[in-house]
């Protein structure tokens, strides 16, 4: 997610009420880590936005990163592509697909996007159509897709965020994708979630990372090659 206007995040997902709107303040950019040199294995290949490009945070501290390390430890042998790009929406993330997976040919393709959509108050009607191109996209391709989900708060009003949240598991079910309902669980919905996000109170702090990941490996060892 991009920081295009200060919105409390933590406190929305937490249940209490949002802070108000500030001054637009340009994000910072933030490239994705380098993919991994060399090494064999299937691809997978994460097309995200900050949340998984390690925004604010050393890098090998994201949960992208933290996958490697766990595909290590349970001796899988596949590698880590990660594509994700601050700031990044479901538009974005297809006009850059097509290159991505003709050079790096996943085996799985990762989709977390859609909430800089949501953030800008984009048509939900374009977020699903993009999402679902993606999908469809990657599975021509011969990739498994898992479509990882997110959840906003009402700044746009509670409809706009039930809709919006409702958005992901519609894609996964018409394109027959994997999905993670919601990549913060346990982080943006906790007793006390503003100790795990940086002080812009949008982005986890490293320690949420784990818990991030923990919410996508069981969904994403479903579609490893075998």
Not at 44 to 53: E, F, Q, T
Not at 150 to 159: E, I, L, R
Not at 177 to 182: A, Q, R
Request: charged share 20%.
């Amino acid at each position: 997610m991009r920081m295009e206007c200060r919105r409390d995040f933590i406190a929305a997902a937490a249940g209490a009420a949002l802070a108000g709107l500030c001054a637009a303040v340009p994000a910072r950019a933030q490239s994705p880590a380098p993919a991994p040199a060399g090494g064999s294995g299937p691809v997978i290949l994460v097309v995200g936005d900050s949340l998984s490009a390690e925004y604010g945070l050393a890098r090998g501290t994201g949960w992208v990163a933290l996958l490697e390390k766990k595909l290590a430890e349970e001796k899988i042998a596949a590698r880590v592509v990660n594509a994700s790009v601050s700031g990044d929406t479901t538009s974005g993330g297809r006009s850059r697909l097509p290159a991505l997976l003709a050079q790096h040919k996943p085996a799985v393709v990762v989709i977390e996007l859609g909430g800089n959509d949501a953030l800008r108050g984009l048509p939900l009607k374009n977020t699903e159509d993009n999402l679902a191109w993606m999908a469809k996209a990657s599975a021509q391709a011969s990739a498994r897709v898992l479509l990882v989900g997110m959840q906003v708060p009402p700044n746009y009003g509670a409809d706009y965020a039930r809709r919006f949240g409702a958005v992901f598991p519609a894609v996964a079910k018409a394109e027959k994708t994997g999905l993670v309902p919601f990549l913060l669980k346990g982080v943006a919905d906790g007793p006390d979630p503003t100790r795990l996000f940086q002080a812009d109170r949008i982005h986890p702090r490293a320690e949420a990372h784990p818990i991030m990941l923990a919410n996508v490996w069981p969904e994403l060892k479903k579609l490893l090659p075998r």
